[in-house]
């Protein structure tokens, strides 16, 4: 059993359609974070939210931080085929010392058709 | 600019060979972890090391082991491959922040 659980799993839309992956577990973070990842490279921060209600945002990328701190969503406005990508969500429990140990999603992986 | 670099970009290996992968960082970071990528699965976690000649075993420790022995070098052991060890293996090195830093990644097969 995932302990955040990403959907969807694929997402194949249109340039200039939104779009919303989701992230969600039962655990209780003190932070999560976002990750874009292209082929044949590793994965590289996109945001971090760390505040329950939080909601950022990074150009057309809105990032929020569910206010029990147990989901978060990304939506993007107006998807362009350079946004193609492998996107995945990462959560910290604790606060405590834990190493920065984070727990990652299964990934979303989004096609942007021209 | 971080820079974590990792030995090969892909290996191919036999069953029951020993395979070392190794991952360098250039910025001094104290903590380094070994992650294994699947389709489906996301990221999981093998070890991570939090200082020199120390090591913690994350979720996937089994047929894995780690070696520090100098900070910015991170290597994951392999004592002998099986196929289902066959994956995108990652490495990352993170700062006092939460931010990891990732390298470009081995791909392994084991035949």
């Known amino acids: 059993t995932q302990l955040l659980e990403q959907s969807p799993q694929f997402l194949s839309i249109q340039e200039g359609e939104n779009l919303t992956v989701y992230c969600n577990s039962s655990?209780?973070?003190?932070?999560l974070q976002w990750y874009r990842q292209e082929p044949g490279e590793g994965p590289v921060l996109l945001v971090t939210?760390?505040?329950?209600?939080e909601v950022k945002k990074l150009k057309r990328l809105t990032f929020q931080f569910g206010d029990a701190r147990k989901d978060s969503s990304l939506h993007i406005t107006a998807a362009q085929p350079g946004d193609t990508g492998l996107y995945l969500c990462?959560?910290?429990?604790?606060?405590?010392?834990?190493?920065?140990?984070?727990?990652f999603g299964q990934g979303t992986i989004l096609t942007v058709h021209p | 600019d971080v820079k974590v670099t990792q030995s090969s970009r892909y290996l191919v290996k036999r069953t029951g060979e020993k395979v070392f992968l190794e991952c360098v960082q250039d910025m001094d970071h104290e903590n380094m972890f070994w992650y294994r990528q699947d389709p489906g699965l996301g990221l999981r976690l093998i070890y991570f090391s939090y200082d020199v000649k120390m090591k913690e075993k994350g979720d996937i420790p089994e047929g894995y082991s780690v070696s520090r022995e100098k900070k910015e070098r991170f290597s994951l052991i392999l004592e002998s491959a099986s196929t289902n060890q066959t994956s995108m293996y990652l490495c990352a090195t993170k700062p006092w922040t939460d931010t990891q830093y990732f390298g470009p990644g081995t791909r392994l097969t084991v035949l």
């Open positions: 990462a959560g910290r429990l604790g606060w405590g010392t834990s190493y920065g140990k984070l727990t």
């Open positions: 939210v760390v505040t329950g209600g």
């Open positions: 655990s209780v973070f003190s932070s």
